[in-house]
């Protein structure tokens, strides 16, 4: 099992910057940020193995950045100039699983935080 503790979500203005964190409770192979607004499917945003392979998907691309510090089992998403349609509930997700080909693919994630809520306002 794998616990993950998101954190750092946040109301901002259009433009402004926010961190993200999420803290597991052991090291895993691959780690990710997904988003989900109310009646929507959660959707990738950003993910990365321990192989260094990153993937984003198109509306963060340039804007939005992904991390870890595998000494502390902490991931991180670094947002920047943020937009009113980023608004969503921010999920941590974790597989011990490896994958030949890293996607943004839910379905490939078991663990999962509670997430934090990210609002930008116009």
């Known amino acids: 099992q794998v616990q993950l503790v998101e954190s750092g979500g946040d109301s901002v203005q259009a433009g402004g910057s926010l961190r993200l964190s999420c803290s597991a409770s052991?090291?895993?192979?691959?780690m990710g940020w997904f988003r989900q607004v109310p009646g929507k499917e959660r959707e990738g945003v950003a993910t990365?193995?321990?192989?260094?392979?990153?993937r984003y998907a198109d509306p963060v691309k340039g804007r939005f950045s992904i991390s870890k510090d595998n000494t502390k089992n902490t991931l991180y998403l670094q947002m920047n100039n943020l937009k009113p349609e980023d608004t969503a509930m921010y999920y941590c997700?974790?597989?011990?699983?490896?994958?030949?080909?890293?996607?943004?693919?839910?379905?490939?994630?078991?663990?999962w935080g509670q997430g934090t809520q990210v609002t930008v306002s116009s």
């Open positions: 997700a974790a597989t011990r699983v490896f994958w030949s080909i890293l996607s943004l693919d839910k379905s490939e994630f078991d663990y």
């Open positions: 052991r090291s895993t192979y691959s």
């Open positions: 990365m193995n321990d192989g260094g392979t990153i």
